[in-house]
């Protein structure tokens, strides 16, 4: 595969990265990379003159987007993972609380 192709299947891998993330496929994120890391090196082992760059530039365009999506992921999980300590704390005051749910009420 000469660098042109090679560049081409990369930018093809990261639209397929982009579309995994909108699916929430992130196991196969990392296999996809496998596979593009050593195309983009290939891509890029020419000299400047030889690279095209209006796909160069188009390809480090989708790579943003892939990191502002998985950076966007990586902010909900860590809400979602401070709302849970919340509710596991409020769940635990709860439970040991004279008016847990296993204690009777004197009326």
Request: with cysteine; aromatic share 4%.
């Amino acid at each position: 595969m000469n660098d042109k192709a090679a560049l081409a299947e990369a930018i093809s891998l990261t639209d397929e990265i982009l579309e995994v993330l909108d699916q929430g496929e992130f196991e196969r994120v990392n296999e996809l990379e496998c596979k593009r890391k050593p195309l983009i090196e290939q891509a890029f082992m020419s000299s400047i003159e030889e690279i095209d760059l209006i796909k160069a530039h188009h390809l480090k365009n989708l790579n943003q987007q892939v990191v502002d999506k998985l950076n966007l992921f990586k902010q909900s999980i860590i809400l979602q993972q401070t709302r849970l300590r919340g509710a596991s704390k409020a769940s635990r005051a709860y439970l040991s609380n004279d008016s847990g749910p296993n204690k009777s009420i004197a009326v």
